[in-house]
């Protein structure tokens, strides 16, 4: 067989794997489910629920359906918070704010409280003003650099890494001041290694999980700040992380043997 043939071949098959990954992978949205151990978590607090919403990525209405599907999953585990770690939106262009106020609706209506920060996304195109404006009419709590405490944890959101607005030391003082076991919520994994101590955890997204894993785990792609830390929990972080592979994609609008999640963490 020619090389030219092989390539021929290598293309085709390449597309046709783009093609079912965007139709079937990229939907097959599960609800993975997980158990924390963390190091110093009181023991009344033991069995928190905890939905994590990461990388919604809303752009259009197939994206802002599946970003609905993902919502009403969360919904379904009846989690005591919903965690929104960033990307909300794909990229500010017109009906954007529309589509997310459809799709984050039916979290107003819910027992579970929700937190929110931001991600590289959420500044792409626009200011995520309007989406902080929205969020905090539903009763969101936005956690911009800064912290709150919500009975017995704290939550202490750090805005975008990638976009040079991250101050974590800042942040995390706000958060051991007001006290409790903190669970921080910063979008680009990677950064857990600068991440001053003392939380108990860490919640991320940005990865998407690499998107695409091949036999043996290769995962080619790889996002700035989303490298070491891919998907999953890392206990042994310096800061205990779990990094979910969120609902969207981000670049092809395709995924393989790496589906979309919402993810449920019970802390123990």
Request: glycine residues 10%; proline residues 7%.
């Amino acid at each position: 067989m020619r090389l030219r043939d092989i390539a021929l071949l290598l293309g085709a098959a390449g597309a046709a794997t783009l093609v079912y990954g965007a139709l079937v992978e990229a939907n097959r949205l599960v609800l993975e489910r997980r158990r924390l151990r963390l190091r110093d978590w009181p023991e009344a607090l033991a069995g928190t629920r905890m939905a994590v919403l990461a990388d919604l990525h809303v752009r259009d209405r197939y994206s802002a359906a599946l970003a609905s599907r993902a919502v009403a999953l969360a919904l379904i585990a009846k989690p005591d918070y919903v965690l929104i770690p960033g990307d909300l939106v794909a990229r500010w262009q017109p009906g954007v704010l529309e589509l997310l106020t459809e799709t984050l609706k039916p979290l107003a209506g819910s027992e579970a409280t929700v937190v929110v920060s931001m991600g590289n996304h959420d500044y792409d195109g626009g200011s995520p003003n309007p989406m902080v404006k929205l969020c905090e009419g539903l009763g969101f709590k936005v956690l911009r650099n800064t912290a709150w405490r919500h009975g017995d944890i704290t939550f202490a959101g750090i805005d975008s890494a990638n976009m040079c607005r991250a101050e974590p030391r800042h942040t995390m003082e706000q958060a051991h001041k007001l006290g409790g076991p903190i669970i921080v919520l910063w979008h680009e994994p990677d950064v857990v290694d600068i991440l001053p101590r003392g939380a108990q955890l860490m919640v991320s997204g940005h990865s998407h999980g690499g998107q695409f894993t091949f036999p043996g785990g290769f995962t080619p792609m790889h996002t700035t700040n989303g490298r070491k830390y891919v998907r999953g929990f890392y206990p042994n972080a310096p800061t205990p992380i779990y990094v979910s592979r969120g609902v969207g994609t981000t670049g092809p609008p395709s995924r393989l043997n790496c589906p979309p999640e919402v993810s449920l963490l019970e802390l123990v």
